[in-house]
């Protein structure tokens, strides 16, 4: 008899699990939705802030990826994550490239993307897997992508060397926006799976 009770709650520890998870995301996706019509607006200061922020976006994604390789419980979150560590890795060493070239330190201001690193990391540890991680990082992902694409928007403006102007738009845009895709992607996968 214990043991038909204890099955009986870890059954009802998984379902609650699974429906805690399956709000959180509802709840960030009619958040995103909402979120996905305002474009933020970016105030960086100059060449070297842009890539800066850049590389911190880069940073952000792949500590988030690599945490979500080894957390995730979904083939699906991890292939993505693969992704996101191959591809920013790659990014970033391209940014780094460009920095030395054009001769620009990258800097970087008060910016939401030093700040928003950390906060990430730390709602993800607050996860100990499961449907709640998968929903939390993919959703995490859907609004770094949406941000990162409205920074290189913004940034592509004001970038003055042409160089980066053309590297904003011909390599990184390109980028950002097929993994937002592909993030929104999951994220709906998951949403009718969980």
Known sequence: MPYTVCRSLETWATVLSIATAVIAWHSSHVAGTAAESQSPIFELQGDADILGTLHQSNVNEINAGKMAQTTSSDAGVRAFAN???????????????LASQLGLPPTLGDSITTRQGPAEMDNLRARSGGAAFDVAYIGAQVQDHMQALAIVDSSRKVAQHPELRS????????????????????????????
């Not at 996101?84 to 490239?97: A, F, G």
């Not at 590297?167 to 009718?192: C, E």
């Open 167 to 194: 590297a904003l738009v011909k390599l990184i845009r390109p980028v950002i926006a097929r993994h937002l895709q592909m993030a929104r992607s999951v994220r709906d996968r998951i949403a009718t799976v969980r």
């Open 83 to 97: 992704q996101m560590v191959s591809d920013h890795t790659t990014l970033d060493q391209q940014d780094s490239i």
